[in-house]
């Protein structure tokens, strides 16, 4: 048994099962079983499920990863999270701080069935490869460029598209309430993640990419940060009240978004955005292209 620090903050027990033959030890989180059992499900059923979890994840690699650095540096991605509520973590990782959030570092495995496996990187794996925070600042940038670029789409597409792969209708939500929710919209929003849609948020890095965008709508916008995995822009002129576009933030969070998932209850124009950068960390985000 293992308590495991999840994003911010969030403490979670965790069963470590190794096989004798592998050094991969899959964790499986306990505490919704225990809220399962609570509610009258039995241990054996619990149990089955269990075992299940790790046969299906015991081995998800055909090739285990490996942790030599040459090997590694082409897979290091940024990873942005909330600044206070990660603090006591960020103590012993390379990062950089901006407003309320903080950019951090991971890299990132892809598994044989294609899902995203991530290890933050510490001070002491970056110490023991010997890089600074520049040099992961400058892989990042190349890497994400590559392999994770920004993704922007409209509210409306985002929810069409889901809807079409649940047949019409999602978590109570239909396809005519989302048309006609789109006809009475106030402002229009747009959705920035990543290519893998993986701590999206980290999109917001993309500087020459949002740079275009706020070429294209001829102004200024917001950043509503949505979750770790997205974020929500607005151009500044459909909202001009910074306190109505919060609270809204500030709602969602508390009602609709994981705990481990919150980003940040704060709005940002993407001016102030760029503005709060360190000017070192910004010319290297700016010369990423």
Known sequence: MKTVRKNNNIMMDGMLIRHRDSSVAPTVYLNPYYEQYAE??????????VADVYQRNRNPWEVEPSFDF????????????????????LTHMPHVEIGDFA??????????DRRLGSVRITDEQAEAWGV?????????????????PPVLRSIEDVLR????????????????????SCAEREFPMYVLTNS???????????????DSFRDKIGEDFWILPSSIHEVILVPVSCVDNRERLTAMVREINETQV????????????????????????????????
């Open 40 to 49: 009258g499900r039995t241990i054996l059923h619990i149990a089955e499920e």
């Open 70 to 89: 040459s090997e590694i540096r082409d897979k290091i991605l940024f990873r942005v999270v909330n600044l206070e509520l990660n603090r006591e973590e």
């Open 103 to 112: 950019v951090g570092f991971q890299w990132v495995v892809d598994t044989d």
């Open 132 to 148: 600074t925070t520049d040099e992961l600042t400058e892989l990042a940038v190349a890497n994400t460029l590559r392999d994770a």
């Open 161 to 180: 598209e889901i809807l079409s792969e649940h047949g019409g209708t999602y978590a109570g939500l239909t396809s005519s309430e989302v048309e006609s």
């Open 196 to 210: 893998n849609s993986h701590m999206g948020a980290s999109a917001i890095l993309s500087l020459p990419f949002l």
């Open 258 to 289: 994981p705990p481990q998932e919150v980003l940040s209850d704060e709005v940002y124009s993407f001016g102030e955005f760029e503005e709060l950068m360190p000017a070192g960390f910004r010319m290297q985000l700016q010369a990423g292209g």
